[in-house]
């Protein structure tokens, strides 16, 4: 009896093991392999410093997107080299992808949960949809910055065997009023929230963004003199051939936008 069970344990243990997902994030190693070679004559080393995986909604469960930053060198000059793509979810195959890369600074440093997929139906033209790609600074950024950004989404269009981006947008900012952004005594600040929504067609036949700004003003005065009522902004982004950009509005909000992308301005 001991026999058998020591060879079946042994039979065991020779069975290749099956893809773990990686806790929290949706993926599996064989998608990490997947992504690690999609240049299979330079497989991209370097541990996950983040990752994310979803099913692709109009693919009906026959393809899953996936992000992952590799960590290369030491701080303070690491850097992470990311790959977005689109897979074919029996057999990995890549079916559209980008690679990026990122360098260590004061404000850019990729940790948990710094890169998530927004599966969002962002419908930007008749048969095209965009997949989004929120990126979160994980650094401790400055001690008393004069205005801040975070949240940077960028929305990428399938294009041959590549993904395009078109549109780019912190979706969280700050600035300050008086004094600095929270350290500061009697300081005074505003902040912004963003949400994007599908408008209608635009000349381009690609459909507008319809971007909705609530501004916020806050404070750490003892006796705050100002409203706190929150405002509102309606912003248009329309698609010129190359990406999307703003038509004119009332709100004046610098935006540093985008860490994984150079967008058109």
Same mark, same amino acid.
């Given at each position: 009896?001991? &026999?058998?069970?020591?060879?079946?344990?042994?039979?065991?243990?020779?069975?290749?093991?099956?893809?773990?997902?990686?806790?929290?994030?949706?993926?599996?190693?064989?998608?990490?392999?997947?992504?690690?070679?999609?240049?299979?004559?330079?497989?991209?080393?370097?541990? &996950?410093?983040?990752?994310?995986?979803?099913?692709?909604?109009?693919?009906?469960?026959? &393809?899953?997107?996936?992000?992952?930053?590799?960590?290369?060198?030491?701080?303070?000059?690491?850097?992470?080299?990311?790959?977005?793509?689109?897979?074919?979810?029996?057999?990995?195959?890549?079916?559209?992808?980008?690679?990026?890369?990122?360098?260590?600074?004061?404000?850019?440093?990729?940790?948990?949960?710094?890169?998530?997929?927004?599966?969002?139906?962002?419908?930007?033209?008749?048969?095209?949809?965009?997949?989004?790609?929120?990126?979160?600074?994980?650094?401790?950024?400055?001690?008393?910055?004069?205005?801040?950004?975070?949240?940077?989404?960028?929305?990428?269009?399938?294009?041959?065997?590549?993904?395009?981006?078109?549109?780019?947008?912190?979706?969280?900012?700050?600035?300050?009023?008086?004094?600095?952004?929270?350290?500061?005594?009697?300081?005074?600040?505003?902040?912004?929230?963003?949400?994007?929504?599908?408008?209608?067609?635009?000349?381009?036949?690609?459909?507008?963004?319809?971007?909705?700004?609530?501004?916020?003003?806050?404070?750490?005065?003892?006796?705050?003199?100002?409203?706190?009522?929150?405002?509102?902004?309606?912003?248009?982004?329309?698609?010129?051939?190359?990406?999307?950009?703003?038509?004119?509005?009332?709100?004046?909000?610098?935006?540093?936008?985008?860490?994984?992308?150079?967008?058109?301005?």
């Amino acid at each position: 009896m001991k &026999v058998i069970v020591a060879l079946l344990l042994s039979l065991l243990a020779s069975l290749p093991a099956p893809a773990q997902p990686r806790e929290a994030s949706g993926c599996s190693t064989d998608i990490e392999a997947a992504l690690r070679e999609l240049n299979p004559k330079q497989p991209t080393p370097g541990n &996950v410093a983040d990752a994310n995986c979803k099913p692709w909604p109009p693919s009906g469960g026959k &393809v899953i997107a996936a992000v992952m930053a590799f960590e290369q060198g030491e701080a303070p000059e690491r850097r992470w080299v990311g790959v977005l793509a689109l897979l074919d979810t029996k057999t990995l195959k890549p079916l559209n992808s980008r690679r990026f890369e990122l360098a260590e600074d004061a404000t850019t440093r990729v940790g948990e949960h710094s890169l998530r997929l927004d599966t969002a139906n962002y419908a930007v033209a008749p048969g095209v949809r965009a997949l989004g790609l929120r990126y979160s600074d994980s650094g401790p950024g400055p001690s008393a910055a004069d205005e801040s950004h975070s949240d940077e989404l960028t929305l990428f269009v399938p294009e041959g065997r590549g993904l395009r981006p078109v549109f780019g947008m912190s979706m969280e900012r700050a600035r300050a009023v008086e004094g600095c952004l929270g350290s500061c005594p009697n300081a005074v600040w505003d902040t912004a929230s963003f949400t994007v929504a599908i408008g209608p067609p635009g000349p381009k036949g690609w459909n507008d963004l319809r971007v909705t700004a609530t501004v916020t003003r806050d404070g750490n005065v003892q006796t705050p003199n100002f409203d706190t009522t929150p405002r509102r902004y309606h912003l248009v982004y329309r698609y010129d051939g190359t990406g999307y950009r703003q038509e004119a509005s009332q709100l004046d909000w610098t935006d540093f936008c985008c860490t994984i992308a150079s967008m058109p301005r």
